[in-house]
C-alpha cells in the first residue's frame, strides 16, 4: 500500500550526506521534528523544523540522555494508522504521527577503537535512537525507517521515484535493514561488555558484509565474504578474491606470520608445498619453489620480506594466483603487473583474530587459535640436537602445525623437502612425504622429520632412518612413546618431544 511521508523526525550523529534528503523533504512540504545538532544542521540548509522539545514540552535532559524518549514522539510513530482506538488516543493526547524517521546512531564501535575510557565508551551507547529504530521498525506498515547513513542512497531514490510515497515492500525493506543495524549495533556493546569473559554465553559475532563472491568452494554454491580486507591489505593488482582464494590467503598469512627471518611460501588448497628460509628473498622463492614445483602451478604465494626485482622476475616465470607481501619494490610491481591474471597483495597488518570458529552440527565450536610451536624441548633421542639440527626441526615443526592432519614435514636446512597430509594413517604422510622428496630428487640423508602428532607405533621412526632422517620432533602421548624413543636412542638419531599437538582438521 502506497503512503504519502507528511511528517518525518530526524535524529542523526552524523550529519554528512543528508542534505539532498532534507531539502528533498522540504520541497515535499513534510513536516520535520528534529534534536538539537540535527535541528542546527536543517535550519541551516534553510528548511523549516520543529524542536523536538517543542514537540514533548520537555527539554533534552541529562547531557542529551534523554531527549526523544516521550509518548508524544513515540505515540507519532508506533501508532496503527488503521486502528481507530490509535487514532482516538493520538488525537487525545494531541499527539502528530510521525511518516518517516531518520536516524544515525551514535558511533559506539569507532569510540571503542579510539579510547579504552570507559565512561566515554558508555556514554556512546545510544538510547534514544535504538529505540525510536525498532518503534519505527515495528510499525513498517505505517512507517518508514532509515536507520543508518548508508541507506540514505536508497531513501533517496525512493523520494524522489515515488515523490514522497512509499510502497509496503520498500518500507518492510527498511524495517529489515533497521533490526539488522540494531542487532549488530548491541552485538558490538554486549561484546564490549563481554571483552574480558573467556566463555560467553552466546556466541555472537556481527560483520558487515565485505563481497559477494563470484560463488562459493564451487559454482554451484552461493559463496559471500563477511570482512573488510581493505584493513588487511591494499590490492595492487588483479580481479576480486574468490571464496578460495580467501580461504587460501588466511592460510598463507598465518602461516608465514610464523617467521621472521627472510622466507617465502607456496601454499595450494590451505596446505603449504614448498617454504623456506634464506639469506635473500630469492634465494628464500628460489628453495620454496624447488621444494614442490609441480603443486606450486596456480599457488598462493607469500613472503615476510619487500619483494625486489630480482625476486618478482624469477616469480613471473611460474603461473599463480596470488602473491602476498608486506611491500613491493616498485621495479617488482612493474614486472608483477605486465600479466592480468594474478592478484597482488600488500599485507597491512597481521592477522589478530585470538580464537577461531566453524559451524559443526546444529552449533558453532570456537576454540582458542593455536600459537607457540611446543611447550617442552626435551632432548630424549641418542644425543641432544645440533644447532642446525634445531633450526631444521624448529621449522619443519610449524610447517607441520599449518598442514592438514594427519601431517608430516620433512626439512632440511630450512627448506621442505617432502610433505604428507590430509592423510588417514600416519604412516601414510610419511610415505607420502618421501615420495615427495625424491620426486623432486632430494636426498634425505641428515633431514629433519616433524609430526604433528604423537607416533603410535615406532614404524614411523624406523622408515625415517631407513631414508637417512637422523632427527625428529613430535608432541610425545602415545603408550608406545618409549618404541619411538628407544629406536631413536639405538640409532643415533636425535628425538625431540614437545608436549604439544597440532592437529589441524
Ligand atoms: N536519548 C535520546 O532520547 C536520543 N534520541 C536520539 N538520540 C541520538 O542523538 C543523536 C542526534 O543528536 P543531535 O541531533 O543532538 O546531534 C542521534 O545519534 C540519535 O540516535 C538520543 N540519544 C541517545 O540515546
Redesign the pocket.
Known amino acids: 500500500m502506497q503512503k504519502q511521508i507528511k511528517s518525518a523526525l530526524i535524529?542523526?550523529?552524523y550529519?554528512d550526506n543528508l542534505e539532498n534528503i532534507v531539502k528533498a523533504l522540504g520541497q515535499q512540504g513534510v513536516t520535520i521534528y528534529?534534536?538539537?545538532?540535527?535541528?542546527k544542521f536543517i535550519e541551516d540548509l534553510g528548511v523549516k523544523c520543529v524542536a523536538v522539545e517543542d514537540l514533548t514540552a520537555y527539554p533534552?535532559i541529562l547531557g542529551?540522555?534523554?531527549?526523544?524518549?516521550h509518548p508524544k514522539v513515540f505515540g507519532g510513530i508506533l501508532a496503527r494508522r488503521e486502528n481507530p482506538q490509535d487514532l482516538e488516543q493520538l488525537a487525545q493526547y494531541e499527539i502528530p504521527e510521525i511518516d518517516l524517521v531518520i536516524?544515525?546512531?551514535?558511533p559506539f564501535e569507532e569510540t571503542v577503537k579510539s579510547t579504552t575510557e570507559e565512561q566515554a565508551i558508555i556514554e556512546k551507547?545510544?538510547?534514544?535512537?535504538?529505540?525510536?529504530i525498532r518503534a519505527a521498525g515495528k510499525n513498517y506498515k505505517d512507517v518508514v525507517i532509515v536507520a543508518s547513513k548508508d541507506q540514505y542512497g536508497s531513501l533517496e531514490q525512493v523520494l524522489v521515484d515515488g515523490k514522497g510515497a512509499t510502497t509496503l515492500e520498500q518500507r518492510r525493506f527498511f524495517a529489515a535493514k533497521a533490526f539488522e543495524v540494531c542487532a549488530h549495533y548491541d552485538v558490538a556493546i554486549a561484546s564490549w561488555w563481554m571483552r574480558n569473559e573467556e566463555v560467553k554465553d552466546y556466541f555472537q559475532l556481527s560483520v558487515p558484509q565485505g563481497q559477494v563472491c563470484r560463488y562459493g568452494e564451487n559454482p554451484h554454491q552461493k559463496g559471500v565474504f563477511y570482512g573488510n580486507l581493505t584493513e588487511m591489505f591494499d590490492k595492487l593488482h588483479g580481479k576480486e578474491l574468490s571464496y578460495n582464494n580467501l580461504v587460501d590467503v588466511d592460510a598463507a598469512v598465518q602461516l608465514i606470520a610464523e617467521f621472521s627471518e627472510t622466507t617465502f611460501a607456496v601454499i595450494k588448497h590451505t596446505n603449504v608445498c614448498g617454504i623456506a628460509s634464506r639469506a635473500t628473498l630469492s634465494e628464500a622463492w628460489e628453495a620454496a619453489l624447488a621444494g614442490d614445483k609441480e603443486s606450486a602451478f596456480g599457488g598462493v604465494l607469500a613472503c615476510n620480506k619487500v619483494v625486489d626485482a630480482a625476486t618478482a622476475q624469477s616469480i613471473n616465470e611460474i603461473f599463480f594466483e596470488i602473491l602476498i607481501a608486506p611491500g613491493f619494490e616498485p621495479a617488482a610491481l612493474e614486472i608483477l603487473q605486465a600479466k592480468k591474471n594474478r592478484i597482488l597483495l600488500l599485507q597491512k597488518q597481521p592477522l589478530k583474530s585470538p580464537s577461531m570458529f566453524k559451524n559443526v552440527l546444529n552449533g558453532v565450536l570456537v576454540q582458542d587459535n593455536d600459537e607457540g610451536s611446543f611447550k617442552e624441548w626435551n632432548d630424549t633421542g641418542a644425543q641432544p640436537a645440533t644447532a642446525a639440527q634445531r633450526a631444521d626441526l624448529e621449522f619443519a615443526n610449524i610447517v607441520c602445525k599449518h598442514l592438514k592432519s594427519n601431517a608430516i614435514a620433512l626439512v632440511k636446512d630450512r627448506q621442505l623437502v617432502g610433505k604428507g597430509c590430509g592423510q588417514t594413517s600416519r604412516i601414510d604422510a610419511l610415505r607420502h612425504a618421501i615420495e615427495k622428496a625424491k620426486q623432486f630428487n632430494f636426498s634425505l640423508e641428515g633431514a629433519a622429520m616433524a609430526s604433528d602428532a604423537f607416533f603410535p607405533f615406532d614404524d614411523c621412526v624406523r622408515i625415517a632412518h631407513a631414508e637417512g632422517i637422523n632427527a625428529v620432533i613430535q608432541p610425545g602421548g602415545s603408550i608406545r612413546d618409549a618404541d619411538s624413543i628407544n629406536f631413536a636412542k639405538e640409532n643415533g638419531m636425535v628425538m625431540i618431544v614437545t608436549g604439544m599437538r597440532h592437529f589441524r582438521h
Open positions: 535524529s542523526v550523529f550529519k528534529s534534536t538539537g545538532g540535527t535541528q533534552s542529551g540522555r534523554v531527549k526523544t524518549l536516524v544515525d546512531l551514535y551507547i545510544d538510547i534514544g535512537g535504538v529505540s525510536l
